[in-house]
């Protein structure tokens, strides 16, 4: 350990000297004469519709820092020359976009400005680790309903499919609706993302998570997602980061956009009830110099596709009769808002503050095949989140400047049938083998998570080579989490912990614009102090007052390293290479814990069952990334990115057997379990021209892990095999049409593996589910009318209606039936082992 | 400015808007699902008597229920078919139906209430499962009639000594006793009330033998009259008694209005008679033979003059004695019960001959009483046999299961008064469908029953 800090302290002396980048891109290049080909000082290059701007140098050359990612219009002017411009020049996080201008000489007075369509690089010879973005014109015309549906196209990010059946999950489903981020990043387990919303850590430490999946497509800016070897700038997270900028420009004329659509269209095949509305306005606000304030709101609803039935007779005859006329009840809805504000104000070039954020709501529901004829006896979940930051800018010169940022963010999750009490004494819980008849599911779970953030990030370009960034972090978090028995509402769980978190990071962007060589260099120290107190001797766990102390905080230091050199005119490659580290979502690092009356303290339950405690030693879990890849352009519209990567993580947390002193056997979580993932990425891409663009991706990958569910013991420690999110083969892809006369449709499809399953515990997810395919379409028309845009849109969903299978029964490997006579075909043909068939969306868009 | 103000405006305006929009997907508020319990009839529903006709039923549950559930699931019904009717809530307690007959239901029927086990409560819970057998429950209660018109029929309940009467009164309460004679008797005589309803005749065995009649309205002895010796069995009309004196072997016959005996006459060719009854139709008397090897049969007299017309023999269906002798109303027929078995013939006073012998399934005959209508014949056994005068057929049965010995049938032929010695009870039996009502416990040893004409306060 020592030697590991040693070596660090080592690279971080060899770097401190240079300079980097933080969470803006910057545009850099050089503005030349076009005639003569010498350079024009002095030059004024804008960010049109910002403040941002710089003046070349005495070689012409010019660096704009801090552009928040966004798509914009750049223009160099200068006395006497005609006004060069490019437009919809496309900037990232982190990133470098270069830009030449050539200025002719004017030869008339007030000669028109040149426009030229900014195209961006096929190539981007700054890659150092795997950068996937899209912005908000992209996402317009994408066949897509939620933030997720987004992620899942770029590659190397697949959602968690569910392949078991609820009631089959840890302690017999009470966590089945604890919530999660749904997706696997490059093989890692579920929660091993961090997400950002302009800069401001959203993830849900407590369950992991975010609680952006419902944020309209009018509130993004852009969103990026990094899957490889990102930088020290980004911590707790082993396998990826989402950076999600939202709208930022302050309109100098007000700006509304309204988008509605449903699937209601009488057809009810191809309905789930399904509505959706926008709206959006952003205005300068009259009075106050460069005040703009934005304002989205979205409404999404949708009964899904799997329902219940309450026939009239069936608790009155206990559970036998299912005649008459059902009531159909919903059981996999969905209901969300997402509101977002927004209040920017650059009084200045060198000073900007920002005041935002957003107020989320979910409603939803689980299907659970056992109360498919008592919906309404599964458990509810609401997961409610806001967000308030505030963000200060202050450029000190042309090369440095600072963010100050603030932020509040809080989560709270609340999975129960009822929220009276009392109510769960009301009705028995009575069931047959297969189906329950009344009473209600034994999940309640009410928990909030509240972050106070506070950080600091400075940059500085150091040199035209060097831009060096380094920043701290402090977060205050509160955990707080209940979960009950509903029968008898007696304590499982419950806690009050305020960990802190801390960080602190420094890195350096070398571009050495001689050999087109980029290196980004990087270490990140981070301390977590859960704040809580532990059992000395966790075999005392029965003792009632057994004594406790006070857990050790955790530090860690991980390097980060990235080099991207080119190999042609028209090719690079880069290496990417750290170490992630993640303390564990706070529900595992507190699990069974509750407050015991004698002692007035949260200490472990000994009463538990069916679900572990945790050690009284957590350690973060580890991952070592490596990562090489080359970009090439096949033609000026077409290239082609090739990664490999390796992943070992180490110390996740898993589930084992102890005893007590009394000889009592329970479950520990620690860290025990590993897994190593390998993989292949493979991308086409085609930038828009000829009325058309795509972009395709392959994916080969094999995960192996100890085990595949936190709460399951591993079979043989020693044993690895395929998890069961693993697929080994991926392939999606997005068409794009857009036509001069308005017309245009775009079309994702994708194709994976199936997951594995277990048909014999001698052969661990030895079997495969079906593959699994799906295509959407999106078929537009763009409009004028009344002095504002319109668009009108179809969205198919699952165009050829492909019935994809989930899972399927392991002794019989076929969905719907398994191989015990003693199951009727009801219980078996379980709606949830399948996705969802065709739905048919039309809607509108208007906006000025 | 003004612009950008209703901009904002109209958004803060459509997010309030969608706000609403939000679906309410939370359950229902949850419902005990526990069954309704039956908790029963209220006490004028259960076995009660003198039931007004347009009485209500009423059932207490343990919940509130389902008013709609009950039409399908409720029954009222006498033999006379179900009763119509509508359902209501209690005011006062919720869980308590009361079902109230559309019309009056029919007097003096037993009516039979039936609650299914589909009744639901409220909480859309049957009282049974369904996947159970239905056994309602169930209750009954017995309108009132003309028994109940101007006061109640008093039941006279002679003992077996025939030395005292006991009085049932208002159906079925206990009204007391009445001495007879202090003198030893061999046994109780015939009691028979005249049709007019004025007067109870009691034939006193007794070695001197006399008859007391007796003011059915109040007990009081309005005469004791001498007669032949052994008096026994006894027929009477308005104006006339005629007593057999087994001993004396003769008849005597008594004028009503002057408590005197008219005559006495006997049968000199050695004929002795042992029951008799009056035939005001063709005003002959008929009487049957207690003298051994003439038992079974029957003589016919003229009333006039007391002249014997002829005998017809075998009139008995196994030639034993006569065990009791009633007479139709009409006088067509004469309703012989034979000593010590259970058979039954039916003499037509038409063609003077036997037209239909019945063998019942019972122990021997104890006593028999007829109405307009029916014949009713108690059993030693306990079994009661109603039979139909015009079709001398068998209509019912009904078993007592304890000895039985008299019988009385009120005078609307609504409901018998049955004596049963051995726990000395007087057992109350409609006659619609033989059902028992109940019984009237008696402080003595008990014989035979006679019935008022009239009812009484």
């Known amino acids: ?848 | 400015m003004r612009k950008q103000i209703i901009h904002l405006f109209m958004l803060g305006l459509s997010i309030i808007l969608i706000q609403a929009c939000m679906p309410d997907r939370m359950a229902p508020e949850p419902v005990d699902i526990n069954r309704p319990k039956f908790l029963g009839f209220s006490a004028q529903d259960s076995g009660a008597i003198n039931v007004a006709l347009d009485h209500p039923v009423t059932m207490v549950f343990d919940r509130k229920m389902d008013l709609s559930t009950f039409p399908e699931n409720f029954t009222l019904e006498s033999i006379s078919g179900p009763i119509a009717g509508t359902f209501k809530l209690d005011n006062d307690a919720d869980s308590v139906v009361i079902f109230t007959p559309s019309a009056n239901m029919n007097p003096a029927e037993v009516y039979t209430a039936y609650v299914g086990g589909g009744v639901r409560a409220t909480n859309g819970m049957s009282r049974i499962s369904p996947n159970e057998a239905d056994i309602p429950e169930t209750t009954w209660f017995f309108t009132t009639g003309q028994y109940a018109q101007n006061g109640f029929p008093h039941i006279f309940v002679l003992d077996k000594n025939g030395q005292e009467f006991f009085l049932i009164e208002k159906i079925d309460s206990y009204g007391g006793k009445t001495t007879i004679t202090t003198e030893s008797t061999f046994g109780s005589g015939e009691v028979r009330i005249t049709p007019d309803g004025t007067k109870m005749v009691i034939a006193n065995r007794l070695s001197a033998g006399t008859v007391s009649i007796f003011n059915p309205q109040d007990m009081t002895l309005l005469a004791t009259v001498n007669v032949g010796v052994g008096p026994e069995q006894v027929f009477v009309t308005n104006e006339r008694a005629y007593v057999v004196n087994l001993s004396g072997r003769n008849v005597s016959v008594i004028d009503l209005n002057s408590y005197t005996e008219l005559t006495q006459f006997s049968f000199s060719d050695g004929f002795r008679p042992r029951d008799i009854v009056y035939n005001a139709a063709n005003n002959k008397l008929y009487i049957s033979s207690n003298k051994i090897g003439e038992y079974g049969t029957m003589r016919i007299v003229d009333a006039s003059d007391y002249t014997s017309y002829y005998d017809v023999k075998n009139v008995t269906p196994t030639k034993k004695k006569t065990l009791d002798m009633e007479i139709t109303s009409d006088g067509a027929y004469i309703f012989i019960a034979e000593y010590n078995t259970s058979a039954l013939s039916v003499f037509s006073t038409q063609a003077d001959s036997v037209v239909t012998t019945l063998d019942l399934d019972a122990t021997r005959n104890e006593d028999g009483i007829i109405s307009d209508t029916y014949y009713y014949l108690v059993c030693n056994d306990g079994n009661v046999f109603k039979i139909d005068i015009a079709a001398h057929t068998v209509l019912m049965q009904l078993d007592l299961e304890r000895i039985s010995a008299g019988v009385a049938v009120t005078a609307a032929d609504e409901m018998l008064y049955i004596a049963t010695p051995v726990d000395s009870t007087v057992q109350i039996v409609e006659t619609s469908t033989l059902t028992r009502l109940r019984e009237v416990k008696i402080p003595g040893t008990i014989k035979r029953v006679a019935a008022s004409v009239l009812n009484y306060q």
């Open chain 1, 1 to 848: 350990m020592k030697a590991k800090l040693f070596i660090s302290l080592i690279f971080l002396l060899l770097t401190v000297h240079s300079l980097f980048a933080i969470g803006e891109g910057k545009i850099v290049g050089q503005v030349l004469d076009k005639e003569s080909g010498d350079p024009l000082p002095g030059c004024n290059i804008v960010v049109e519709g910002t403040l941002l701007g710089a003046s070349a140098d005495e070689d012409g050359f010019f660096i704009i820092l801090n552009v928040p990612p966004g798509t914009y219009n750049v223009s160099a002017q200068m006395v006497g020359y005609v006004t060069d411009m490019r437009e919809n020049v496309k900037v990232l996080s982190n990133r470098t976009i270069k830009l030449n201008f050539e200025l002719s000489v004017q030869a008339i007075e007030g000669e028109a400005i040149t426009v030229e369509a900014y195209k961006n690089p096929l190539v981007q010879k700054d890659l150092t680790y795997k950068i996937q973005a899209v912005t908000a014109e992209e996402i317009e015309n994408l066949p897509v309903t939620t933030m997720t549906d987004v992620l899942v196209q770029q590659a190397g990010i697949s959602r968690n499919i569910r392949n078991m059946p609820v009631s089959s999950g840890p302690a017999f489903g009470q966590f089945s609706t604890v919530p999660t981020d749904n997706l696997h990043f490059r093989g890692g387990r579920e929660n091993e993302a961090l997400y950002l919303f302009d800069g401001v850590n959203v993830t849900d430490r407590l369950w992991g998570g975010f609680s952006l999946d419902p944020i309209g497509e009018y509130t993004l800016s852009s969103l990026e997602a990094y899957t490889g070897t990102f930088g020290a700038k980004y911590g707790g997270a082993m396998s990826g980061v989402v950076n999600i900028a939202a709208y930022d420009q302050i309109a100098k004329l007000p700006k509304i956009k309204l988008q509605a659509y449903t699937d209601n269209l009488g057809i009810k095949e191809v309905s789930q009830n399904t509505n959706s509305y926008e709206l959006f306005a952003s205005v300068a606000i009259p009075g106050v110099r460069n005040l703009g304030l934005t304002i989205a709101h979205r409404f999404y609803s949708t009964d899904g596709y799997i329902y219940g039935y309450i026939y009239p007779e069936w608790v009155n005859s206990e559970g036998r009769d299912k005649s008459g006329e059902p009531e159909k009840v919903p059981m996999q809805y969905q209901d969300t808002q997402f509101t977002f504000g927004k209040l920017v104000w650059k009084p200045s070039s060198n000073f900007s503050a920002t005041i935002g954020g957003f107020v989320t709501k979910t409603n939803q529901g689980l299907y659970d095949h056992y109360f498919k004829y008592n919906p309404y006896g599964a458990p509810r979940v609401n997961l409610d989140g806001h967000l308030l930051y505030g963000k200060f800018n202050y450029v000190f010169n042309k090369s440095s400047y600072i963010w100050i940022t603030a932020a509040q963010y809080e989560r709270g999750f609340l999975s129960r049938v009822w929220d009276n009490p009392d109510y769960y004494l009301v009705i028995p819980q009575t069931g047959t083998a297969e189906f329950s008849i009344s009473g209600e599911d034994w999940v309640y779970f009410n928990t909030n998570f509240k972050r106070l953030e506070a950080r600091a990030d400075y940059f500085n370009q150091l040199s035209k080579v060097h831009s060096l960034t380094a920043g701290f972090d402090y977060n205050k978090l509160n955990t707080d989490l209940q979960r009950r028995n509903p029968d008898g509402f007696g304590v499982l769980e419950m806690y009050h912990y305020e960990p802190v978190e801390m960080n602190g990071y420094i890195s350096d962007k070398m571009e050495f614009e001689d050999m087109g060589m980029i290196v980004n260099v990087g270490l990140r120290f981070d301390y977590i102090d859960p704040k809580r107190k532990v059992l000395k001797n966790l075999a005392e766990l029965s003792q009632p007052d057994a004594s406790m102390e006070e857990a050790k905080p955790v530090m860690f230091i991980t390097p980060r390293l990235g080099i991207s050199f080119p190999i042609m005119e028209t090719a690079a490659m880069w290496f990417g290479y750290g170490h992630y580290y993640q303390y564990p979502d706070y529900f595992k690092v507190f699990q069974g814990t509750f407050y015991a009356q004698g002692t007035g303290q949260y200490r472990p339950n000994p009463q538990l069952e069916n679900t572990p405690i945790a050690d009284t030693k957590i350690e973060p879990e580890e991952t070592v990334n490596y990562e090489v890849g080359i970009q090439s352009k096949i033609t000026p519209e077409l290239a082609f990115n090739v990664t490999g990567f390796y992943r070992k993580t180490s110390n996740l947390i898993g589930v084992l057997l102890s005893e007590t002193n009394e000889g009592k056997r329970f479950q520990v979580m620690g860290n025990i379990d590993y897994a190593t993932v390998k993989g292949l990425e493979v991308t086409l891409r085609k930038n828009f021209s000829s009325n058309f663009s795509f972009v395709l991706n392959y994916t080969l990958s094999q995960t192996l892990v100890s085990t595949s569910i936190l709460f399951e013991r591993p079979i043989d420690e020693a044993l690895t095999f395929p998890a069961n999110w693993d697929q080994p083969h991926q392939l999606n892809g997005v068409l794009n049409f857009h036509w001069n006369n308005g017309w245009g449709f775009s079309l994702y499809g994708y194709l994976a593996s199936g997951t594995p399953y277990t048909r014999t515990s001698f052969d661990p997810n030895g079997e495969r589910n079906p593959s699994i395919s799906t295509v959407d379409l999106n078929v537009f028309k763009d409009l004028n009318f009344f002095g504002f845009k319109q668009q009108i849109f179809l969205q198919v969903y699952n165009l050829f209606n492909k019935i994809n299978v989930w899972w399927v029964y392991s002794d019989s490997g076929i969905p719907g039936k398994d191989a015990n006579p003693a199951t009727s075909d009801d219980y078996t043909n379980n709606p949830s082992m399948y996705g969802p068939g065709r739905t048919i969306r039309l809607g509108i868009k208007i906006w000025n």
